[in-house]
């Protein structure tokens, strides 16, 4: 049996870089995703935004302040996710081992797969140059030996990177990357490591689990330990089949507010839905994960008794069961996800005055199918919503 061998592919700064390739003068400019409002969230931003202290769910004010220069752009979200769905149908007939993390991210498990792709260096270069021919973006892919090391590995030479990180040398790929890099360690847990003096990966293994837990609580002492050693903690489990849509998000460093989070679940509703359409299915339960700064992870699921027919749908039912769960604080993590899955467009039990619902539907459903044929559709409704929570002028 072959060693196990993973991929992350990440687009690189999706959102801007999907505006960028329908806008071609907004190249090498600094581009902040997000409305200009005053209580208003920076969803993403282009790498040139970046380099001027830019990062996703700065308040918007803050990110104008840093970058005084930068073009701002309301999101499109049915925009971006039929260039999601372009990228991901090349990787999913890449290789068996499909996972979609979330928008822009996805796993492949090309363990096994050595007859067909002798040399994983090459195979990922070969899907690289794919998705950039056939959809005008670029990835970044991180290979190795579990989808942790292989996550940390896609970020390490973006944008437009491939890194390997080769078989057994998982701890000094931890070490070259240092805490700061190290995936999920934010800016809260590097500063309660710090006051340790806790200050490389190496310090940090010096530490046993039983310490480390009494140090900083059992979820993160254990979370710690193996990271440190370049083991994964489980960040992402999920399965290839389609169960099931779902998309995270982590933030870095803490997202905090409500506005900022309403803001990403209402994207993550909509990017899960147009999923949903698109591969022909309708969803009984709406679920909802949230991980905390101390890497305590909840989550929470609700099976309504109406239909589940549009994105507004979702994000009422999530936004709904988030703050039933939210006990305050920073957040690592947003998850929202679609479950129990069956194929179709109506419920499966007859439902009274669904009429309304179900034109939404069909409306988001034509958006995504003349996008897909090269238009470039708004659902008024949707951006309405969107508006009232990121802008509240």
């Keep these: 049996m072959g060693k196990p061998i993973f991929f992350h592919i990440d687009l690189d700064a999706f959102f801007a870089s999907v505006e960028v390739l329908d806008h071609p003068e907004y190249k090498g400019k600094p581009l902040i995703i997000g409305h200009p409002g005053p209580r208003s969230v920076a969803s993403t931003c282009s790498y040139e935004a970046r380099r001027y202290g830019v990062h996703s769910a700065m308040p918007m004010v803050t990110a104008l302040k840093l970058c005084p220069n930068a073009i ?6 049915d925009r971006y996710s039929e260039k999601s769905i372009e990228v991901m149908n090349i990787i999913r007939n890449f290789a068996p081992g499909f996972i979609q993390a979330s928008i822009d991210e996805a796993y492949l498990d090309m363990s096994g797969m050595e007859r067909i792709y002798p040399k994983a260096n090459e195979a990922g270069h070969l899907l690289k140059r794919m998705i950039l021919e056939r959809t005008g973006l670029t990835v970044s892919i991180g290979i190795g030996s579990s989808r942790f090391i292989a996550k940390m590995a896609s970020d390490y030479r973006k944008p437009d990177g491939l890194t390997l990180v080769p078989y057994g040398r998982e701890t000094d790929f931890v070490d070259v990357i240092g805490i700061k890099k190290l995936w999920g360690v934010g800016k809260v847990m590097q500063e309660e490591l710090q006051k ?15 310490n480390l837990a009494k140090l900083f609580g059992n979820s993160a002492g254990h979370y710690l330990y193996l990271v440190s050693r370049g083991i994964d903690p489980g960040i992402y489990v999920g399965e290839s089949k389609s169960k099931s849509i779902s998309t995270e998000n982590t933030f870095y460093p803490d997202l905090f507010g409500h506005d900022a989070i309403d803001t990403f679940l209402l994207e993550m509703s909509q990017e899960v839905m147009f999923r949903c359409i698109d591969e022909g299915f309708m969803a009984r339960t709406v679920g909802v994960k949230i991980r905390y700064n101390d890497f305590t992870t909840t989550s929470i699921q609700i099976t309504p008794n109406e239909g589940i027919y549009t994105s507004q749908d979702v994000y009422n039912l999530s936004r709904e069961i988030f703050y039933k769960r939210y006990k305050g604080g920073g957040i690592r993590l947003i998850g929202v996800g679609l479950y129990s899955l069956y194929k179709g467009d109506e419920v499966e039990q007859g439902e009274l005055f669904v009429e309304d619902k179900q034109r939404l539907r069909k409306l988001e459903k034509t958006i995504i199918e003349m996008n897909n044929k090269g238009a470039d559709l708004k659902k008024a409704a949707t951006l309405k919503k969107r508006a009232q929570f990121i802008s509240k002028e």
């Design 72 to 77: 701002c752009v309301p999101g499109r979200m």
């Design 196 to 210: 340790r003096r806790i200050f490389t990966t190496q310090d940090l293994r010096s530490f046993s689990e039983t």
